[in-house]
């Protein structure tokens, strides 16, 4: 991983009150065709990371977008920030999502710009053009992504997991409050996937950033909750098997748009359920 | 083989219009609003202008060369020859000057549009846009609307200035028409109403063409064949909403002015 280590800045909050969750929903329920989400409810608390698994199309990408305010559920509550989403137009959301960073499971990097336009595309709307200041704030995000040399290349140059990681480094820049992961790994080598989730942990543990993560690779979700992100050897490394340390990381399971476990890994592995057990093997 | 209800056909296309209402109205309402983005509404402006310039002035030196050499005959029956110049700038000023003009940056413009957004449309690029707190109508919808409108005012004008010199060539080389007459009639036959509605036209045409354009590019979904399908659905729509608009609009003007 990357040889400078880097700079620990903890991201300004919009809410005054820590313990208050960063992430709530409540009761949410959206339906297309048919039903999609039917009634859930979870909480994401500040500087913990949840992992979001289930079968294709149970409905885990319409959660992060749910958060986001791209899309309004039909029924329920979803607060982020303080701030109930559902409630406020989407003119004021605007505001509210620039506290917030997502990787979108296709990287979505604006093609006819470079990395460095991409990555810098929040600061560049702040100040209309690229400040030096704002070419150092990209270098230092591509370096924690290890992409510094790709700064004038266009997302077609790039490989797939590049993009990744510029899209890793674009939802960072700003230092969100809270980060979305969609399937961040999804259809990388194992080689590349172990690289994002390396970059994720990093993000957990050294910024404390609360995030929601959209997986179907249960490697990675497992990678995530036994590894740990050790400064002084600047590299992911194992927990342990007593995993003494808290890393933060919880696991929530969907199936047929409601959530049937949330939890730690081990309570995961420990589960008797059938279709966990099925899930899990 | 699936049944298609009609009540729900007429709730998707009342929902289609209703949406295109409120992109169309907000394009608008944006300007009057912060961020303003002027080197985005200068890179359309020139993509959508000096990009439509060739075809603008092919199209109209030949409508109006067309135009000269098909009355003459008619003109000739009846020894009004010399009246050409000012057939030529009426037509070209009220109607043809617009309305091809209109149809020619539809073609080139609307579908350009259409694609390019609906490209970022199914790559997820407008939605990480909206993620990341830029409104895809403020950033991408209004500089269209707005170059559109402002080019397409300028490119009507030398749509009829071209035209105008095209009939004049027929009318000098073949027609062996004086100079001075064609140009002496083209020029008197033009009434502030002719004037006013050449270029009323456009400025609406222009609207009509970005808004059809962005709202079938924002609205795209199915990946590169609905991409595709939106192109050419923006062609349609634009190019046909320009032909009904041109009628309700000429006959507007036409009563108010008291033709």
Same mark, same amino acid.
């Given at each position: 991983m990357s040889s400078l280590a880097p700079q620990v800045e903890q991201p300004e909050s919009r809410i005054s009150r820590p313990e208050e969750p960063v992430i709530t929903f409540e009761n949410v329920e959206i339906a297309f065709d048919h039903p999609v989400l039917a009634s859930i409810s979870f909480q994401l608390p500040r500087g913990e990371t949840k992992i979001l698994m289930g079968t294709a199309g149970t409905g885990k990408t319409l959660i992060l977008k749910l958060a986001l305010g791209l899309l309004k559920p039909d029924a329920g509550r979803i607060t982020v920030l303080g701030e109930e989403v559902t409630q406020v137009r989407e003119q004021d959301r605007f505001e509210l999502r620039r506290n917030i960073g997502m990787v979108f499971q296709e990287s979505a990097l604006f093609d006819s710009l470079t990395v460095e336009e991409n990555v810098a595309y929040r600061l560049i709307e702040e100040t209309g053009r690229i400040t030096d200041e704002i070419h150092a704030r990209v270098l230092e995000a591509l370096r924690f992504v290890e992409l510094e040399h790709t700064v004038d290349l266009f997302p077609a140059e790039l490989s797939g997991g590049m993009r990744r990681r510029v899209a890793i480094a674009r939802a960072i820049i700003t230092h969100p409050e809270i980060l979305l992961y969609d399937s961040p790994t999804g259809g990388l080598d194992p080689v590349t996937s172990n690289t994002i989730i390396e970059l994720v942990v990093k993000q957990r543990d050294v910024y404390q950033t609360s995030s929601l993560l959209v997986t179907n690779r249960l490697q990675d979700a497992f990678t995530m909750a036994s590894h740990y992100f050790d400064r002084e050897q600047n590299k992911m490394v194992p927990a342990g098997d007593g995993n003494v340390r808290d890393l933060h990381t919880k696991f929530l399971l969907l199936r047929d748009g409601k959530f049937i476990f949330e939890g730690t890994a081990a309570e995961l592995l420990r589960s008797t359920d059938p279709y966990i057990r099925e899930y899990l093997s | 083989?699936?049944?298609?209800?009609?009540? @729900?056909?007429?709730? @998707?296309?009342?929902?289609?219009?209703?949406?295109?209402?409120?992109?169309?109205? %907000?394009?608008?309402?944006?300007?009057?609003?912060?961020?303003?983005?002027?080197?985005?509404?200068?890179? %359309?402006?020139?993509?959508?202008?000096?990009?439509?310039?060739?075809?603008?002035?092919?199209?109209?030196?030949?409508?109006?060369?067309?135009?000269?050499? %098909?009355?003459?005959?008619?003109? %000739?029956?009846?020894?009004?020859?010399? *009246?050409?110049?000012?057939?030529?700038?009426?037509?070209?000023?009220? @109607? *043809?000057?617009?309305?091809?003009?209109?149809?020619?940056?539809?073609?080139?413009?609307?579908?350009?549009?259409a694609s390019e957004l609906g490209s970022m449309k199914v790559s997820e690029q407008i939605d990480a846009m909206r993620a990341m707190g830029v409104d895809p109508t403020k950033k991408l919808v209004t500089p269209r609307v707005v170059a559109s409108v402002v080019m397409m005012f300028f490119l009507s004008i030398i749509s009829d200035l071209v035209g105008l010199c095209g009939g004049f060539v027929i009318s000098y080389f073949l027609l062996g028409l004086d100079p001075n007459q064609y140009w002496t009639t083209a020029y008197q036959a033009l009434r502030f109403g002719d004037v006013f509605m050449g270029l009323g036209k456009p400025v609406m045409f222009g609207f009509i063409i970005a808004s059809i354009g962005c709202y079938y590019g924002m609205s795209a979904k199915g990946g590169t064949q609905g991409v595709g399908h939106a192109t050419k659905q923006s062609m349609v729509a634009a190019s046909v909403l320009l032909i009904v608009s041109d009628f309700f609009i000429t006959r507007l003007l036409m009563g108010f002015f008291q033709y």
């Open positions: - | 083989m699936p049944v298609f209800s009609p009540t @729900e056909i007429a709730k @998707e296309k009342v929902g289609a219009v209703q949406d295109y209402s409120l992109l169309a109205g %907000q394009s608008l309402t944006n300007i009057f609003q912060q961020p303003r983005y002027f080197a985005d509404t200068l890179l %359309q402006a020139d993509s959508v202008g000096v990009g439509s310039l060739p075809i603008v002035i092919l199209t109209g030196f030949f409508t109006g060369a067309v135009l000269a050499l %098909q009355t003459s005959s008619t003109l %000739q029956q009846f020894g009004s020859l010399s *009246l050409t110049g000012k057939l030529v700038s009426l037509s070209m000023v009220r @109607e *043809l000057g617009p309305v091809l003009t209109g149809l020619m940056v539809a073609g080139r413009n609307a579908t350009g549009m």
